[in-house]
């Protein structure tokens, strides 16, 4: 687990904050490659990550047919990959955007290994509309919008993360996120019991923080500092609503894939929990899925 020391509220700008956190996730790759436990995709043919595993069954109600065949999917925040090739094999198109080179280089190089055809697309997720159109084109839209665990905290204006939502959809199609609810970030994740220790409302102003260490994997990084943003779950329903989805489902979960706190347990498929009846106090993640008006 993190020893990580935060400092919250600090003056930076947007700019700044994005290349600390861009340096820090590309050191982050290989780490994650190494961790992420990759090799089980060309092992076993029906393998899918266990984020893409929990996310289906409330993802696919919303679709029709209740499938992903053949549906065009963008999978904003898609890191190493292992989650949008996890996607493919339920049956989506699949086109991941990301704003790490090297991270999309490790996806390319899976999608390639395991046979999958796949689209990839360097950019910030705040420009990402603009960026499909240079890729592939204005016409280019997606049935479906999917995002994932540990994202939108590392965005500051989440009004402009919609309106690329709203834009990439086609008319009737789908935006699932699933996140760390904003709620667990409140909590200090060192102490023995459930201690509020940071704003749950944001305001614009980042958390700094300085870790070496990341969430899998022993390895540690060099560019250590990275800055973060609370957003309050009202804030995310707020913003999808006035970029004009239509708020479809809402969940809250009492599990996380990874360890947030030592004190969490681990279950047998995977999954990280609050022990004892603390499960039932803290929620630690959201999901939403709405819809773009046909």
Same mark, same amino acid.
């Given at each position: 687990?993190?020893?990580?020391?935060?400092?919250?509220g600090?003056?930076?700008?947007?700019?700044?904050?994005? %290349? @600390?956190? *861009? $340096?820090?996730?590309?050191?982050?790759?290989?780490?994650?490659? +190494?961790?992420?436990?990759?090799?089980?995709? !060309?092992?076993?043919?029906?393998?899918?990550s266990?984020?893409?595993?929990?996310d289906?069954?409330?993802?696919?109600?919303?679709?029709?047919?209740?499938?992903?065949?053949?549906?065009?999917?963008?999978?904003?925040q898609?890191?190493?990959?292992?989650?949008?090739?996890?996607?493919?094999?339920?049956?989506?198109?699949?086109t991941?955007?990301?704003?790490?080179?090297?991270a999309?280089?490790? %996806? @390319?190089? *899976? $999608?390639?290994?395991?046979?999958?055809?796949?689209?990839?697309? +360097?950019?910030d997720?705040?420009?990402?509309? !603009?960026?499909?159109?240079?890729?592939?084109?204005?016409?280019?839209?997606?049935?479906?919008?999917y995002?994932?665990?540990?994202?939108?905290?590392?965005?500051?204006?989440?009004?402009?993360?919609?309106?690329?939502?709203?834009?990439?959809?086609?008319?009737?199609?789908?935006?699932?996120?699933?996140?760390?609810?904003?709620?667990l970030?409140?909590?200090?994740?060192?102490?023995?019991?459930?201690?509020?220790?940071f704003?749950?409302?944001?305001?614009?102003?980042?958390?700094?923080?300085d870790?070496?260490?990341?969430?899998?994997?022993?390895?540690?990084?060099?560019?250590?500092?990275?800055?973060?943003?609370?957003?309050?779950?009202?804030?995310?329903?707020?913003?999808?609503?006035?970029?004009?989805?239509?708020?479809?489902?809402?969940?809250?979960?009492?599990?996380?894939?990874?360890?947030?706190?030592?004190?969490?347990?681990?279950?047998?498929?995977?999954?990280?929990?609050?022990?004892?009846?603390?499960?039932?106090?803290?929620?630690?993640?959201?999901?939403?899925?709405?819809r773009?008006?046909?």
């Amino acid at each position: 687990m993190s020893e990580a020391s935060g400092v919250d509220g600090v003056d930076v700008g947007w700019e700044e904050a994005r %290349a @600390a956190n *861009l $340096a820090n996730w590309e050191e982050r790759v290989p780490l994650h490659v +190494e961790g992420y436990g990759i090799e089980a995709f !060309a092992e076993d043919p029906a393998h899918v990550s266990t984020v893409v595993r929990d996310d289906l069954p409330y993802l696919l109600p919303h679709l029709p047919d209740a499938s992903l065949a053949g549906l065009e999917l963008c999978h904003l925040q898609c890191h190493i990959g292992t989650d949008t090739v996890s996607l493919a094999r339920a049956g989506a198109r699949v086109t991941g955007v990301d704003f790490s080179p090297a991270a999309l280089r490790a %996806a @390319a190089s *899976l $999608a390639e290994t395991l046979g999958i055809d796949a689209r990839w697309i +360097e950019t910030d997720v705040l420009d990402s509309r !603009a960026a499909v159109d240079a890729e592939l084109g204005p016409e280019s839209c997606f049935d479906v919008v999917y995002t994932s665990i540990g994202t939108i905290t590392w965005l500051r204006d989440l009004g402009t993360w919609a309106r690329q939502i709203a834009a990439l959809l086609k008319p009737g199609g789908v935006f699932y996120i699933r996140d760390s609810h904003p709620m667990l970030f409140t909590l200090d994740e060192r102490r023995d019991d459930l201690t509020v220790a940071f704003r749950y409302f944001g305001d614009g102003r980042p958390m700094q923080w300085d870790d070496a260490s990341t969430y899998v994997g022993e390895g540690t990084v060099q560019a250590t500092r990275t800055y973060d943003y609370p957003h309050s779950l009202s804030e995310v329903v707020t913003v999808l609503l006035e970029a004009g989805l239509t708020l479809e489902a809402m969940h809250e979960g009492r599990t996380l894939p990874w360890q947030f706190a030592p004190r969490m347990i681990q279950r047998a498929d995977g999954e990280y929990e609050w022990p004892g009846d603390e499960a039932d106090r803290v929620p630690c993640t959201f999901t939403l899925v709405a819809r773009k008006p046909a």
